[in-house]
């Protein structure tokens, strides 16, 4: 059995709001992550799964409850992870070519090598020759596509991914689900992915975590044994995916009938 990368014990984490009132967002969460392990986190709409996934990574201090990385507490945000936000826009800087952009996440190796080592991650994306280009001068998918190779570029043992294709078209999600898939398979990282895509969800993921509404707690963890490899043609055509995908759905639409799985 593979080895336990994150381990979560009764986190909970509460957020002020801007009159002032404090608003409890999860509770009681309870989960891990293993190496090589692809989890997908759903749930009905603000129910706090961003909230749970800056917690996860360190970029937010949970108010009760631990999380331990290989069994030591995480303090701050960990080198040992990246993240994908939804918002492309927002993380990558407008004034920096895609190169730097790329290259800020080894700051501190040198030119040289981290010129060889940013042209094999745009070739990785289908990036080569876009290099000097700004990110105002890419589509919507290539943007995304500079923001994980920026992620990927550092080798992270946890990769974790905000609603990352939820601001492209249908067709470049698909398309980028299948790069994330290769990615994952060639990297041998752990991927923790928060979305309220359940068909993306169910055709990613060896497990998904279901929440429930606000304060929000898992309630429900659906394995998905869904043959790998996968291909959008064919997998998401198989009986057993809409077997999967209405156990999800049920979970996520009523907590009640998330006990009546589909196994």
């Known amino acids: 059995m593979s080895e336990v990368l994150l381990d979560v014990a009764g986190l909970g984490k509460s957020l002020t709001s801007t009159s002032g009132d404090t608003l409890l967002i999860n509770t009681d969460i309870n989960l891990s992550l293993r190496t090589g392990e692809f989890v997908s986190i ?3 709409s603000g ?10 990574s360190g970029l937010a201090r949970p108010d009760t409850g631990t999380v331990s990385h290989r069994g030591a507490t995480v303090e701050g945000v960990p080198p040992w992870m990246s993240i994908v936000f939804q918002d492309y826009t927002k ?15 080894i700051r501190d ?3 040289a090598p981290a010129r060889q080592r940013v042209e094999a991650a745009l ?13 105002w001068e890419l589509s919507g998918g290539m943007q995304q596509r500079v923001a994980l190779a920026r992620a990927m570029i550092c080798e992270p043992e946890v990769l974790f991914m905000d609603e990352p294709f939820a601001s492209v078209d249908a067709l470049t999600r698909s398309k980028l ?12 990282m752990a991927v923790l992915l928060v979305t309220h895509d359940i068909g993306e969800a169910v055709y990613l993921s060896d497990r998904v975590l279901v929440l429930s509404a606000r304060p929000s707690t898992i309630i429900d963890t659906v394995e998905i044994d869904l043959p790998r490899p996968r291909a959008q043609a064919t997998t998401r055509t198989l009986p057993r995916f809409h077997e999967l995908h209405s156990t999800v759905l049920a979970g996520v639409e009523d907590p009640q009938s998330s006990e009546v799985a589909a196994r």
């Open 109 to 111: 190796v040198p030119k």
């Open 42 to 44: 759903v749930g009905p």
């Open 47 to 56: 129910g706090g799964k961003t909230t749970l996934l800056r917690t996860l």
């Open 123 to 135: 070739a990785q994306m289908g990036l080569s020759g876009f290099a000097d280009r700004y990110p």
């Open 91 to 105: 993380t990558l800087y407008p004034w920096l070519t895609v190169e730097k952009n790329v290259r800020l996440a």
């Open 177 to 188: 689900e299948d790069t994330v898939l290769g990615l994952w398979q060639q990297a041998g």
